[in-house]
């Protein structure tokens, strides 16, 4: 059901992606299409429907965070995840700044990976075991 997720800066440079399906170049592509679709809509948040991709998007301060899922896909599931993810993100990860946050990619990735089981969503903060494990990390530097 979901493809990808992408965080970019304003500039439209993807600093993390996450893959829910098998990486292949026409995703990587795809992925970068989108998030400057995002972008130049200018708008805090939205959908973009194509022929091959559904993208709900939002922007977070420098960051723009986008989750892309199947054409068929329902949008209000991707944007129940992007809004779940969002709020992860400026909500439980405030003392660290975007960008520390970005770089931490393994563990972005174990969130979203506790995040989506196949087609299920994970939106209780309290089953997200690497977030916890993140927070454990708030007073190192990286």
Do not use: W
């Amino acid at each position: 059901m979901f493809r990808f997720c992408a965080i970019s800066n304003l500039n439209g440079e993807v600093k993390f992606s996450h893959y829910f399906e098998s990486a292949l170049c026409a995703v990587t592509n795809l992925e970068r299409e989108i998030v400057q679709e995002c972008l130049n809509t200018g708008d805090k948040q939205g959908v973009i429907k194509r022929s091959d991709c559904v993208a709900v998007f939002k922007r977070e301060g420098i960051l723009c965070v986008v989750i892309g899922a199947v054409p068929s896909a329902n949008v209000n599931i991707a944007s129940d995840l992007l809004h779940c993810f969002t709020f992860i993100l400026t909500h439980h990860l405030r003392n660290k700044t975007e960008m520390q946050t970005v770089h931490n990619k393994e563990v972005i990735h174990n969130i979203l990976t506790q995040m989506v089981h196949g087609s299920v969503l994970e939106t209780r903060i309290s089953h997200i075991p690497a977030l916890h494990d993140f927070q454990m990390l708030s007073g190192s530097e990286y």
